[in-house]
């Protein structure tokens, strides 16, 4: 009898610590772009996607703290979200940020939009570089339309308020937390990432149940080469490796003979990567530099035996 209830007592427990390992195992990948949106941000989430779907993530939170972005870049995360079989939950964060303009437009094509308390959204209407630097809005009506269709079919395929989301573009509408929980924006207001894990619990996204209450959090951490490409990309880096690597040319030019010219070549080649020009164009530009570089040395070589020759 002794042995008999023994048996049972130690069947009892190795039940309830396989579903005690069972639960524990569900874990959630955490993105986060806290600055503008980039080339190199398309990239991270295309990995951290890829990432999350291969290891079997419940979801990938995409954490939201961006003044906006490049419209491109913007376009290419919203389609890699909706492609992905892994549920998708944009999520303003931390308290008192923003996700303007493409933030927005991201967060509302995410599977679940969520904000942290005191955090803002809005501002949507894209903007472009103006000849007296700083930026200037677009008003060409097929591009803001092309736009304002999108953002309300996004909207309107997670239901959500499709006015809001053509008066974020063309209005430049602002909202804070409480305001676009209200207004049927986003659907949850949670003060860190944990909370949030445990409201959309039980929310079936993508034909799957999540999974996430108490769930293991992993911070997506980009390779080595990503994480370079995410500084050079800033737009101030960028434009600054431009602006050192033309100085660094001319220098090169007038005063032959201390490699300025090369650093500058790579200067440039850097800061049009950071800007979005792909890796190959890049290298082109820089052998092509470097043949005219070579043709002016010639040049210069040929003019100095002339003169030393009279």
């Known amino acids: 009898m002794r042995a008999k209830a023994l048996f049972l007592f130690l069947f009892a427990f190795l039940l309830l610590t396989s579903a005690a390992s069972n639960a524990s ?5 955490v993105l986060e772009i806290s600055d503008s949106i980039t ?3 398309d990239d991270m989430v295309n990995n951290a996607l890829a990432i999350a779907e291969t290891e079997d993530y ?6 939201l703290n961006t003044p906006g972005g490049g419209l491109q870049e913007t376009l290419n995360i919203i389609e890699s979200i909706d492609a992905s079989p892994v549920p998708v939950i944009g999520y303003v964060y931390p308290e008192g940020t923003k996700a ?10 995410t599977d679940i939009a969520a904000m942290a308390p005191f955090t803002v959204i809005g501002s949507a209407q894209p903007v472009q570089a103006s000849p007296a630097g700083g930026s ?15 953002s309300k079919e996004k909207a309107s395929k997670h239901d959500r308020n499709v006015t809001a989301a053509e008066l974020f573009i063309t ?7 409480e305001e676009a929980r209200n207004s049927n924006v986003v659907e949850y207001i949670a003060e860190d990432i944990p909370e949030l894990l445990e409201q959309v619990d039980g929310e079936t996204i993508k034909n ?4 996430t209450s108490g769930a293991d959090i992993s911070n997506y951490e980009p390779g080595l080469n990503l994480y370079l490409m995410n500084i050079i990309s800033n737009p101030i880096i960028s434009s600054l490796l431009l602006m050192i690597g033309i100085y660094a040319i001319v220098l090169g030019i007038s005063s032959p003979g201390a490699g300025a010219e090369i650093f500058g070549a790579i200067l440039i080649s850097l800061g049009l ?3 979005g020009f792909d890796v190959n164009i890049a290298s082109l530009f820089l052998i092509g530099l470097g043949v005219v570089l070579l043709i002016l040395e010639l040049q210069r070589r040929d003019l100095a035996y002339s003169v030393l020759q009279e």
């Open 39 to 41: 080339p190199v941000s």
């Open 58 to 63: 419940e979801a990938l939170i995409i954490t």
């Open 171 to 177: 209005e430049n509408l602002n909202l804070n937390a």
């Open 100 to 109: 303007w303009s493409a933030g927005t437009l991201i967060l509302i094509s």
């Open 25 to 29: 195992c569900e874990k959630v990948l």
């Open 208 to 211: 799957r149940q999540l999974n």
């Open 273 to 275: 990567i950071g800007m």
């Open 136 to 150: 200037e809005p677009i008003n060409d009506s097929k591009i803001i339309n092309a736009i304002v269709a999108l």
